[in-house]
């Protein structure tokens, strides 16, 4: 009787063993499905540039480079803008215009990094934070310490639209406005009630920023920054040092430091690196000229290799996330370098310039305006809520630089994305070798203008 029940105990195990690896098989079809359909979008994805035959290649483009151009009256234009925020007595936006987030973001469109709906407590939790009765009442001068994230909230955590949605979810978090490199100018309006973040406005955004990452500086120590002999990074992701060669900050395209002195292979530039005795400590580092330069670039072919190779680089960071770039973060500090000043978001970024609309244009009337008219590597061409940079053409296709999350496609009435997620160079049309590629949602059929940038 024992060994008959000893029997019936493993036949049991056996099926219960049986039946949960069903249920976890079918589980892992389910995924593995969803998974072999994004993975296949991608290699997809990948392969358009290769089917397309456009080399991934700065140095092949920039033979279409202009000509020498006047830096001088841009950089007055670049330097004025750049440190415009430490000649700010007050803020220059009102209450209700900073507080437009709260307005745009509710719990009916708004999820959490779960994939759940965000409650009402999140939004009056932050609303509480943001302090706002106490807004301009700090007014001071600072500085950002090291690479840092402008949030529209008081907050680390996401805020995301609808996963299921194509293009919607990871990597979209909509409280990241933009993000900023170590030692670039603020002005602060005022702390949030925990006093864990200040509400500071930068030269190209505003929002709420670390109270720890930045440092607040006098007056006199502005206007000495400001007067003094600049110089700015040429290459990306170079570690700074102190004098006892502790890292500060890692460089980053379209920041000014102050000169101080130079010898043949370094400059001595001041930085700021943190506070002591509740004053902040400036320091003298020695910086590489290799990796750095005291004139404006001039915008040829040269100088278009080395500052395109570095921003060439990224994938796609939405807002500046994970120190990457979005479309108008590439092209912003992609022209910096050349003394040239580009508002932050693609909408700002199309009317700089010289602006010439197509709207109303057929496909062949805006191939054949943009041929016309465009100037390689001055020129922006402008769709909605995403923005690219003209080089030239290539087998008589026009040739666009542009950072892109991917390529819409639609399937049974569907919405999808083939992720592409990174810098590249490609037709106005790229992708459109994908079975399932959108042609109503392609760049070119969807241009409304073309802007250039030296007119």
Known sequence: MLVDLEMLIKV????LRYIVLVIVSLFFISCATKESAIVKLEKKSIEIYEISNIPQNVEFFTKNAPEDRDKKAIQFKYEKYYFNVWNYEKPRETLESIKWPFRAYG????YAENFHLLKQEFFDEMLTN??????????????????VDI???PTQKPLLKDPNIAGEGFPFDY??????????????????KDREWVYAFSSFASGWIKSSEIVFLAKEHTDAWQDAQQIFFTKDNQPIYDSKGNFLFASKLGTLLALISEDEDYFTALVISSYKNSKPLFEKVKIRKDIAKKDILTLNKDSLN???????????????????RDCSSMLRDMYAPFGIWLPRN??????????????????????????????????LLYVPNHIVLYVGTMDDEIIIFHNTWGVKTMQDGIKGRAVVGKTIFSTLEFGSELS???????ILKNLKSMNILTR
Do not use: C
């Open 12 to 15: 049991r195990i056996k099926s």
């Open 107 to 110: 719990v009916k469109n708004s």
């Open 130 to 147: 943001s302090n706002f009765d106490n807004y301009a009442s700090l007014n001071a001068r600072a500085i950002t310490l090291r690479h």
């Open 151 to 153: 949030r529209l909230f």
């Open 175 to 192: 409280l990241q406005n933009s993000s900023l490199g170590a030692n670039k100018p603020l002005f602060v309006s005022h702390y949030s």
């Open 306 to 324: 080395v500052i395109m190779g570095e921003v060439f680089k990224d994938n796609y960071g939405w807002g500046g996330m994970y120190k990457q």
């Open 346 to 379: 693609s909408a700002q970024q199309a009317k700089v310039g010289k602006v010439i609309s197509l709207q109303n244009m057929s496909d062949e009337e805006k191939i054949s305006t943009i041929k016309l008219n465009a100037i390689p590597f001055e020129t």
């Open 436 to 442: 399932h590629y959108d042609k109503n949602s392609s």
